[in-house]
């Protein structure tokens, strides 16, 4: 008998995550698929990071630590807060959570009640949507276009404004586009925040470091709405950490109390040893960031230009994170062996299962029309996934 709450049967399975096992299934029968749906760096962590967490083990940190996480990891955050992007926030101001998701879905269930409108720019990572939905909020969708660069304007932000709006979530750089909001385009949206002051802003940031054209910007940085600001960031995307769970939130006294009080009924402390590692992170030598972040951009520049060489794509570029998020829908309508692509779920299972490269439909992100390709991977891999690409695109008539 399966009786599932209404409110689990109400959510989407993740996309990424349905197609990543839809290509480990591929791959366990001997298949050659090039997996290009992973969020994850595929280098392998410091070893620096990795010795402190063997350290922890060896000192026995293996008992509970306050919900917030262990005072040196929060003090290393607010440093690498000022540090970094030159913002205030005391240690009690921050939550240590298992993962950014974690510490997004802490923001999400605190703030958002049922009813409670939340403006989400599209594309959108897969997870937004579905945590509003959580805590039976109701999304307010604002689409984007390639042409735009996959960006909201000032206009749309008001537009989209009601009376039931509570909050905004904004991801830059952004998963699944790689678009960077600039310092002017960000001013430009807090002008019309300051306009509404019971709006509060969710920004994730966990992408920060991976960034193409200089210094990250953070919406924060904004006195006039700094104390209406959630920033969600953590150690995954920078230092090779995905499988540790250690993300982070900064926000005003009140809300990092409240997200305190919730995350001390749902799972207590982030693991231990890898809060010991993260602080490793954090405070020791921040070369291997610029390491991943020119093989990442290497990479940019090779899967992009091999993109624009195939009529019918269109596609931005990328000024962050490790994505090309290309619009395919001039092949929508097209036939190849028997299979006729409507939109980007048939595009994602044409490429796996007759070119054997894995990507993501843009459905799962809020726009039909492009698929999500990670360049997370060797540059060897991703030269031959083009090709691949390339020809099972040009076989569509």
Known sequence: MEKVSNRVKALAESSTIAMNTKTKELQAQGIDVINLTVGEPDFFTPKHIKDAAKKAIDDNFSFYTNVAGYPDLLEAISKKLKRENNLDYAPNQIIVSNGAKHSLANAILTLINPGDEVIIPAPYWVSYAELVKLAEGTNVIINTEVESDFKITPAQLEAAITGKT???????????TGSVYSKAELKALVDVLVKHPDIFVITDEIYEHINFIGGHESIAQFAEIKDRVVIINGVSKSYAMTGYRIGFMAAAPWIAKACNKLQGQMTTNASTIAQKAAAAALNGDQAVVAEFRQAFHKRRDLVYNAIMQIK???????????????????????????RTIKNSDDMSFYLLEKAFVATVPGSGFGNDKCIRISFATSDEKLVEALKRLKTALENLK
């Open 166 to 176: 509570k909050a905004l979530l904004l991801c830059s750089p952004s998963n699944p």
């Open 312 to 338: 019918g794509v269109k596609c931005n570029k990328p000024d962050g994170a490790f994505y090309v998020f290309p619009d395919i829908s001039a092949f929508f309508g097209k036939s190849a062996e028997g």
